[in-house]
């Protein structure tokens, strides 16, 4: 009884170490056959999903961790009327050469039948050797694809501005299906308003959309100069394929000032007698769309010069209407006679500036003309005096 358990123990050890010693290949989402020695067969993603009339492109990996094989690739069960290729480096192959440290990778390209039904269908591929075949089972599943459709959205439709400002919105694109699609943008504005279209900063009139992707699009609105107040309605319209989605804005054009200063002749010029008061007609003039409101006159002048406006502020100043203003330049006494310049500046507060140069001559004054006449008269008269005088002599 003794000496059969020896026995026993012995037959029991030699048998864990064949057990223990027998070449076994496990792979990540594979099952191994008739062991083939350290060589691993896997793919990442084991079971996809597709739609209807797609194809798929499966990746897999070769690995072995001890001797070069050479690995023959094939597929069973692949359902009727179903392609199944695997491809090396863009080839179409049937077997593959793997390296111990070096994965080899193989796609295989799956195309299901055209009168394919939904539901999942199961294959599996083999990589065998001389030693044995290791089996990956793959689960595919197809679904109908949902018909193209695009979805065009805004958070802020309606934007206020000046005829000056460049109208802004951001819309959002979406493609809602299956199907990737080249969209069209299309604008529509009323005449006088231009309508641009940018993806990331770029102009763009069309955009790529792929299946269940969302683009971002600005769209630019500009007004010609002069275009009046008023509501203006704008339509941003995306073609892609059957699909179609269009979006509605609202550019809402408020009415603006502009001035002009200027003289009532168009002369913008004149003379100034040096530290004296000198008025001079200055007309400002509103061709904007809305009333200007506290109009403030200002002017630049050489140094020392003063200028007075009446009057110096313009409560109000309708679209089309003009005021005439006095402008009291005033030289420093000690300017020279000559040309110089003089800047008149209109600020309503609503609006932007506007500024008007007038040349100033200045003249030296009359009194000191008449009092020069009189010096030259009295010298004449006294040279006048000595030749009579003397010439008698």
């Known amino acids: 009884m003794k000496h059969f358990s020896k026995a026993g123990l012995l037959i029991l050890v030699l048998a864990l170490i064949a057990t223990l010693g027998a070449p076994v290949a496990l792979a990540e989402g594979g099952q191994t056959l008739n062991s083939a020695p350290a060589l691993t067969f896997f793919t990442k993603f084991p079971a996809q999903e597709i739609g209807v009339g797609e194809s798929d492109n499966l990746s897999l990996t070769l690995r072995t961790a001890d001797a ?21 480096k863009g080839r179409i192959i049937q077997a593959a050469y793997v390296e111990p440290g070096d994965d080899t990778i193989v796609d295989f390209k799956v195309t299901p039948s055209k009168d394919v039904e939904p539901g999942t269908y199961h294959f599996t591929l083999i990589a065998a050797t001389d030693a044995g075949s290791t089996e990956l089972p793959i689960d595919l599943t197809i679904k109908d694809k949902l018909p193209p459709k695009l979805e065009m959205t805004t958070d802020l439709p309606t934007l206020k501005g000046t005829p000056d400002t460049t109208f802004r919105y951001n819309v959002t694109l979406k493609n809602t299906g299956d199907e990737d699609l080249t969209v069209n943008l299309v604008g529509n504005a009323p005449g006088g308003i231009d309508l641009n279209f940018k993806l990331s900063g770029k102009d763009v009139t069309s955009i790529p959309v792929p299946a269940n992707e969302t683009k971002r699009i600005t769209v630019e609105a500009k007004m010609y100069s002069g275009t009046p107040a008023g509501q203006y309605p704008l339509q941003v319209t995306a073609e892609g394929g059957s699909a179609e989605a269009a979006v509605n804005l609202m550019a809402v054009v408020t009415g603006q000032p502009k001035l002009i200063v200027t003289a009532p002749d168009g002369r913008l010029s004149a003379d100034a007698i040096v530290n004296k008061k000198n008025p001079i007609k200055v007309i400002v003039e509103n061709t904007g769309s809305a009333p200007a409101r506290n109009v403030k006159l200002t002017a ?41 310049m003089v800047t008149v500046k209109a600020t309503p507060a609503d609006g932007s500036p506007k500024s008007t140069d007038f040349r100033i001559t200045v003249r030296t004054s009359t009194m000191w003309g008449m009092v020069g006449i009189g010096l030259i008269a009295i010298a004449v008269i006294v040279v006048g005096l000595a030749v009579v005088r003397f010439g008698r002599r």
């Open 68 to 88: 070069p094989q050479l690995v023959h690739l094939s597929v069973r069960d692949l359902p009727d009327g179903w392609t199944g290729t695997f491809k090396g």
């Open 300 to 340: 630049s002048a050489p140094t020392g010069w003063k200028v007075e406006f009446d009057p110096a502020e313009i409560d109000l100043l309708n679209a089309d209407k003009q005021v005439e203003v006095t402008a009291n330049i005033q030289p420093t006494d000690q300017a020279i006679a000559g040309d110089y």
